[in-house]
């Protein structure tokens, strides 16, 4: 009786590895910059490029940073969980707009509302670039000392951002 | 008229030519290092392609970077080590033996011992089982050497 399970057992594994494959998005890469420092820079903001910004000024806040583009499609659909994220003054978000045009950009924000708490503007995509971004959107969640907790490759959504990011911001905010 | 049509829509696509991504810089040397080096590199926007041959948007970024880099000095290492610094080892097509990697590289090897092991119990097996069905009971055995006897006669 055992021995004719062996088969069964056998297929039922593979079928289970084949089903976590299928689960799994090739494109998402862990980012090996989680629990390290966010990688220092100075930008000029989207709405005021005599303006810097550089992440030491968010130093004793958790924050978000989202990299979005006005040529992204899926930034489009997170913009709303943005803006009602923004509209509950729980965590601080930044924008990076990343490899835009400014007047684009800020057509965006101006068209469908502003979720950043300031918007910083990386035209040639250096500043993305350290921060491993290869897909728009990302968003980092970044804590008191300045070190990446959490990356987020894709679009926020309703569920990620309750299951995983609010969590994780509320947890970090208490340290 | 219609034949001639066909004729020349066959003709199209020699016209067509994919190679390589197109930017070539203004120093070939430089350019070739740049290229062998980015067949390392996997593309992360696409689906098992290297750096070197993608047409993608980031992977033109990371030419132009590797180009920039190539030009302040950086050795080969050094640009690779950069891209693992941001991306992770998954960025490259071989990635190093480490503490992080041993299971990807154990894996095919642990397979094929256990398949071995298996292979090497399931015929020691069969062996015995075979042995089993030839031996000849007692009886058989006084039998078979009755026979022997009387023929010997």
């Avoid at chain 1, 509302?113 to 921060?131: H, N, Q, S």
């Amino acid at each position: 009786m055992m021995r004719r399970l062996i088969p069964l057992v056998v297929f039922l594994v593979l079928a289970g590895f084949l089903y976590v494959g299928l689960s799994l998005d090739p494109r998402e890469v862990p980012s090996p910059l989680i629990n390290k420092s966010a990688p220092t820079f100075n930008l000029p903001l989207l709405h005021d490029t005599k303006k810097q910004f550089s992440p030491q000024d968010m130093k004793g806040q958790v924050w978000l940073l989202n990299v979005w583009a006005s040529w992204c499609g899926a930034c489009k659909d997170e913009h709303p969980v943005l803006m009602e994220l923004a509209s509950k003054n729980i965590v601080p978000v930044l924008g990076l707009n990343y490899k835009d045009k400014r007047e684009d950009g800020m057509a965006v924000l101006r068209k469908s509302g502003d979720p950043y708490a300031i918007t910083l503007f990386d035209a040639d995509g250096k500043v993305g670039f350290d921060y491993g971004v290869y897909g728009v959107p990302e968003t980092y969640v970044i804590d008191k000392e300045g070190i990446i907790r959490y990356k987020l490759i894709g679009a926020v959504t309703p569920q990620n951002l309750r299951d995983r990011i609010l969590p994780l911001v509320t947890e970090l905010s208490k340290k | 008229m219609k034949n001639l049509l066909i004729a020349l829509l066959l003709v199209l696509p020699t016209f067509a030519s994919a190679g390589e991504a197109r930017d070539l810089a203004d120093d070939p040397v430089m350019e070739r290092r740049m290229i062998n080096l980015a067949e390392k590199v996997r593309c992360l926007v696409c689906q098992s392609e290297a750096v070197a041959s993608s047409h993608s948007d980031w992977s033109n970024d990371v030419r132009q970077i590797m180009r920039d880099k190539m030009k302040a000095g950086a050795s080969d290492q050094e640009i690779m080590d950069m891209l693992v610094e941001r991306f992770g080892k998954s960025v490259l097509f071989d990635p190093p033996v480490d503490k992080e990697t041993m299971p990807l590289w154990a894996a095919p090897f642990v397979m094929l011992l256990l398949g071995v092991v298996a292979l090497f119990f399931q015929l020691r097996k069969r062996r015995e089982s075979a042995l089993k069905e030839s031996a000849l009971t007692p009886e058989a055995q006084a039998r078979a050497a009755n026979l022997l006897k009387e023929e010997n006669k």
